[in-house]
């Protein structure tokens, strides 16, 4: 049998078809606008996601058996607002996880109602793409739209409703939304209340490997598929990318360089970062993880790489960067493209260079760009650290993760071990391996990355360059704090 993983993403969606043995037969990649409205505004049309999805998957499984495909599961871009009325249209554009125009609504939340009750509710924080504030900023601002609200969903949800027609949401991403209860597993009543929210107006919870149900007989025939395709809820896509990448049961690690950049911790016990930098979610497996977010990861090279320097040679433009160069490097970038969250919070933080000179190369400038998303994610591991998790090793996915150089800078910067694996289509395998979960291929979550999550090859730290990084990353902690109340005069 066949399984569909929908890597719904922030720049396009990416379907997946994979054999039940975990092998897979076929990739295809759909692109869809971006909108930004105004400064540090991010929307998108949940029409185009859905246009998207149909014409992929009748790509992907072109030349196989349709009655073969058993399951399609998700794994999401999190936090997206998706507004619907009381006939399931779309109210208004989807407003998409790194949009930063709810500063007053999360300062609310955090300063008035409070960082304590907050935490005590949902296990996090107010963050500025969270999805709570998102509503609060609809309900100031558009109240006509708002007073139309039936149903309150997340990105991925409106592609399994569209196949569904169920209203549903997996808990880890339902834990992004700081809408849930995430220790207890249900929506927080205080929440709701706080927001003006009923809970009929949520999507019904289930784990992300249960089934939420099978194909309409009209989408099935407009993707091209049968009505006993299952459809199981899914997972938000760093919990997708982490079951893809077998980070799963107790004390695992994973770090994503996509479009935004992941630690990810998985977790049997529930546990909460006192210090709010890291979200404590729930996790695709059943269990929960920590997990620290920045907003812009393998985004800062494509920008720096297509918007700066106008190449798509990326591989080219990082051939002089020699190992003699790893920790040697004087220029240093702040990676804050669309503000950023763990662990500053701070949506008007913005990207910046520092420490050019007269012999600066555009190297130079290349490799602060790859050392500066490798220094911010050591942030948000010193948090963990801090927390008493030790993570000596990690897994790595995403498209930054294709980059022999910028696994060795994450490897030495972090002075961890970095283990690649066979697949690097994080959430899209993670999304078909729910479905194969769901379809009861796979006893459990923790069975499925076991058979077919497979390391071959890591990346050992070098003492030496460990060492330099060490240094440079201590210089790299004070730029923030220096900056920072720039930010707002520069907002």
């Known amino acids: 049998m066949y399984y ?42 949940p029409t185009d996601w859905w246009d998207a999805v149909v014409t992929g998957i009748r790509e992907l499984t072109s030349g196989f058996e349709a009655d073969k495909v058993a399951g399609i599961s998700f794994g999401g871009q999190m936090h997206g607002l998706v507004i619907l009325d009381d006939k ?14 709810t500063g007053k609504e999360t300062d609310y939340l955090n300063n008035v109602i409070g960082k304590d009750k907050l935490s005590s509710y949902t296990a996090n924080i107010a963050f500025a793409g969270f999805t709570a504030p998102k509503i609060l900023w609809v309900k100031e601002n558009e109240p006509e739209n708002f007073a139309k609200i039936a149903k309150i969903m997340l990105p991925k949800d409106y592609i399994a409703y569209k196949m569904t027609g169920v209203h549903s949401c997996d808990y880890s991403d339902a834990s992004g939304m700081l809408l849930l209860d995430v220790k207890n597993k249900c929506w927080s009543k205080e929440m709701l209340e706080i927001c003006d929210v009923k809970e009929e107006q949520l999507p019904k919870l289930y784990e992300s490997y249960e089934v939420t149900g099978n194909l309409t007989e009209e989408v099935a025939k407009e993707l091209g598929l049968t009505t006993a395709c299952k459809v199981a809820a899914g997972a938000g896509d760093n919990a997708a990318a982490a079951v893809g ?153 995403g498209g930054g993760a294709k980059s022999p150089l910028w696994r060795k800078i994450i490897a030495n910067v972090l002075n961890i071990k970095v283990n690649i694996i066979e697949s690097e289509e994080g959430p899209g395998l993670g999304g078909a391996m729910l479905a194969a979960v769901a379809c009861g291929e796979y006893a459990s979550v923790e069975e499925a990355a076991a058979k077919i999550v497979k390391i071959v090859d890591s990346v050992e730290p070098d003492p030496e360059i460990a060492a330099r990084y060490q240094d440079r990353y201590e210089k790299f902690v004070k730029l923030y704090p220096t900056v920072k109340p720039l930010y707002e005069e520069l907002k």
């Open 4 to 45: 569909i993983g929908v890597d719904l993403g922030t720049s396009a969606v990416k379907l997946l078809l994979m054999e039940a043995d975990g092998s897979i037969k076929n990739i295809v990649s759909k692109e869809y606008p971006l909108s930004f409205p105004n400064p540090g505004w991010s929307e998108q049309s």
């Open 88 to 101: 399931d249209q779309v109210i208004r554009p989807a407003i998409l996880w790194n949009d930063g125009r």
């Open 245 to 397: 990448t077998g980070t799963v049961g107790d004390g695992e690690c994973n770090i994503s360089l996509g479009t935004s950049g992941t630690l990810f911790i998985s977790s049997k016990e529930f546990g909460v970062d006192k210090f709010n930098a890291l979200h404590s979610f729930d996790h695709a497996d059943g269990k929960y993880h920590l997990m620290g977010c920045m907003l812009s990861a393998a985004s800062c090279n494509k920008w720096w790489m297509d918007e700066i320097i106008g190449t798509q040679d990326y591989g080219k433009e990082q051939e002089p960067i020699t190992d003699e160069k790893l920790g040697r490097n004087n220029v240093y970038y702040l990676p804050y493209l669309m503000g950023e969250r763990s662990p500053h919070n701070n949506p008007d933080a913005r990207a910046m260079f520092l420490g050019m000179s007269m012999d600066t190369t555009r190297a130079d400038m290349t490799q602060a760009v790859l050392e500066g998303v490798a220094f911010a994610t050591r942030d948000m591991l010193e948090i963990a650290k801090s927390l008493g998790i030790q993570i000596t090793e990690s897994k790595i996915c």
